[in-house]
Each structure stands twice: as structure tokens, then as C-alpha cells.
């Protein structure tokens, strides 16, 4: 499960009139389980796409199919990461990645526990965010999205705002979970080296208005 498959989407945003055509008539299908990576330059449409997939926004024209499905709202089996962390504040990190489990499914604090040791927060259980450093905090993000168990990882440029170190390790344990759960990843980015580094297949769009311009099939030794 997780498959994706976009077909004649568009997005046009018309905040006060003014027309933006964010996504142009795309079309992309990601198979079940695959790494995909969305390149582009900045403000070609990336987000938008991610958002469609996400459920966060109704598309213009043209629909997004989750294994056949219409997407028509969020689910937690689509999690998504973002750039800056959306963690809450005034919540703990256990909190924070018992929550959205707790809404949707219900897990038990072992499994919280136990997802929060894989990603190195042992130790930081009953810390805020705000005493996190940024890695910490992406690190949580990633624990609070797993914790959702969802077929599909949307990742909106999850690790453009760490330091090379932070974002090397972050980067080998993405990995290291695709691997094991084989779980189906968008990976948004504007870093090319980054694309080719983690996913099977780089998706490049057009500066804009967003569309594929190329399907690039990686062959890669993975760190
Ligand atoms: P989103 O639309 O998901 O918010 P963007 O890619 O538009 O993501 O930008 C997110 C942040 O990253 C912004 O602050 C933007 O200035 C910065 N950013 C985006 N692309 C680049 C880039 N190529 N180089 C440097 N900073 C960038
Ligand atoms: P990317 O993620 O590749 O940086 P986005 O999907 O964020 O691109 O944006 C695509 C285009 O749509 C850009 O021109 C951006 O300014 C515009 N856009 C994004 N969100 C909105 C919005 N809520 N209202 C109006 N225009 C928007």
C-alpha cells in the first residue's frame, strides 16, 4: 500500500484575484513503497503537490488517488514533515508523539517510548521543544510521524535548516526506516545532491508553473 498517483492536477491559488497557477496539468504516479524525490527550484510547485497528496489542499482541477482512492481530506496514514518543526510547544516530546496516535488510533506510551529510543531522544522524554536544539526537534517530528504508523511519508524539505552533521545522521536513519518498514516517501527538496543521495527516483519539475519536466531513475550506494 501507498500508492500515489497524480492525474491532470492543478492548483491555482487566487488569494485577492491575482491568479497563481502553482501546478499546471501534472501528472506522476509513485509506486507503493518507493522513494521518490521532488526537485525543483523554489516556488515551482513542490509544496503545493505535497499539500494535494497531503489532503491540506482541495486541488484546482484534475485529483490525487492513494491506492485507488480519492484523497479528499488529511489522514493520518499520509504524515507529513515539514521544514520547520510543528511541534506543540506546550506539550513534552512523548507528548507530542503520543498525540496524534492518541486521536487517531490510540498507542500505547511503550510504543511512544520505544520509537522515541530509536531516534536518539531517549533521555529528552519529558522535554519541550523549545529545549530542543533543531536536529532534536526534527528528530521528534520524524518520531511523532512514525509513531502515526503511516503507509506514506510526505517530507517537505525536512532537513534544509539543520547543520551538515545533524542532517547526515538524519538523513542514515530515514534510510534506515524506509528500509525496514518500506514505507512510500516523497521527499521534497531543492538540494540535488540530496535527491540523488536518498531516492530511487528524482522527480525535477519546471521553475514554473509546476510540472514534471523529468523522471531521473537513480542507481545509488546509500550511506
Ligand atoms: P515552502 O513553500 O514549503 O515553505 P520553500 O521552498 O518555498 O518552502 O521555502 C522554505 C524556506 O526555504 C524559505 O524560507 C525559503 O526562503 C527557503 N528556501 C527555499 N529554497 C531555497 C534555496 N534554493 N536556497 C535557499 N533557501 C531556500
Ligand atoms: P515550492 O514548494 O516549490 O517552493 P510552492 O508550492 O510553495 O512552491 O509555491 C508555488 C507557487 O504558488 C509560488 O509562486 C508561491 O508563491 C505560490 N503560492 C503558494 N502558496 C500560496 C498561497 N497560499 N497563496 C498564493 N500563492 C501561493
Redesign the pocket.
Known sequence: TGAIDIENLTKVYDPEGERVVAVDDMDLQIGAEEFVALLG???CG??TVMNCIAGYLEPTEGEVLVDGNRVSGPDPKRGVV??DNRLFPWKTIQENVEFGPQMNDGVEEGRARSILDEMGLDGFEDAYPSGLSGGMQQRAELARLLANDPDIMLM??PF?ALDALTKEIMQKKLIEVWERDNRTVLF?T?DVEEAILLADRVVVMTARPGQVKDVIDVDLDRP
Do not use: A, M, R, W
Request: negative net charge; aromatic residues 8%; proline residues 8%.
Open positions: 527550484p523554489s516556488g513542490k509544496s515539514f521544514q517537505d524539505e534544509s521534497i531543492h
